[in-house]
């Protein structure tokens, strides 16, 4: 199975600064996720991450806001910009496996804004 | 649109009862189907998945599920719960937005308490 390290494992940051979160994928995987879980709710998936190319969005969420990069395919980046305590939330990274189709999850990366 | 449905916000159940927690889905083509755990401060855990062939499908920790395409159902079930099994539980699924594209969507979950 894929191993999804993510880091920063947690942070606690200021009001209108911005925080970069990196997803590293032990072994090749195909496609990348960006997801948000904020207090008491269930994932919602922020974006697609694409190899190469600009992250795909889903509705509600902008590259302004959350830029993606991912420069190659075991590597991914989410910065969260200018940051509000509604942006309070655990981003979690997950990939599916280019050997076996399955979707793995990191561990997130628990962000408190003050 | 496609939408996984979870009627059951909140459910307690005393330690070596039987479990039953529901998931109903809304899309068009044949689903890929998951289950989810989530511990209290953990990350997300695989319990099980199906994408075809036995309808009935057995994954970690006791836990099974049952795929009915006529009720558009994939019910998480354990014939006795154990303490440990306290956590969050989401239902998911894979669904294809176009060419070899995937997204998976989740259920908004259901918190399971166990009594001793």
């Known amino acids: 199975s894929a191993v999804i390290s993510q880091k920063p494992s947690r942070d606690i940051c200021q009001r209108g600064t911005s925080l970069t979160i990196q997803c590293q994928v032990d072994?090749?995987?195909?496609?990348m996720f960006w997801y948000r879980q904020q207090p008491g709710q269930s994932l919602t998936l922020i974006a697609t991450a694409n190899q190469g190319s600009e992250a795909t969005y889903e509705s509600g969420f902008v590259i302004d806001k959350f830029p993606i990069s991912r420069p190659n395919l075991t590597f991914s980046t989410l910065t969260v910009s200018n940051m509000s305590p509604e942006d309070s939330s655990i981003y979690l990274c997950?990939?599916?496996?280019?050997?076996?189709?399955?979707?793995?999850f990191g561990e997130g990366s628990r962000l408190t804004v003050l | 649109a496609q939408s996984v449905t979870q009627p059951d916000i909140h459910i307690t159940v005393s330690e070596g009862a039987s479990l039953e927690l529901r998931c109903n889905y809304s899309y068009g083509a044949t689903p890929y189907l998951f289950w989810y755990v989530q511990s209290p401060g953990q990350g997300l855990q695989l319990l099980l998945k199906y994408f075809s062939g036995d309808t009935l499908v057995q994954g970690i920790k006791g836990f099974e599920a049952e795929f009915k395409r006529s009720q558009s159902s994939f019910n998480l079930r354990k014939p006795s719960v154990h303490w440990s099994d306290a956590a969050e539980y989401f239902c998911a699924v894979l669904r294809n937005s176009g060419g070899s594209n995937y997204k998976l969507t989740f259920g908004k979950g259901t918190l399971l308490t166990v009594n001793p």
């Open positions: 072994s090749q995987v195909t496609m």
């Open positions: 997950s990939a599916i496996s280019g050997n076996t189709g399955e979707l793995f």
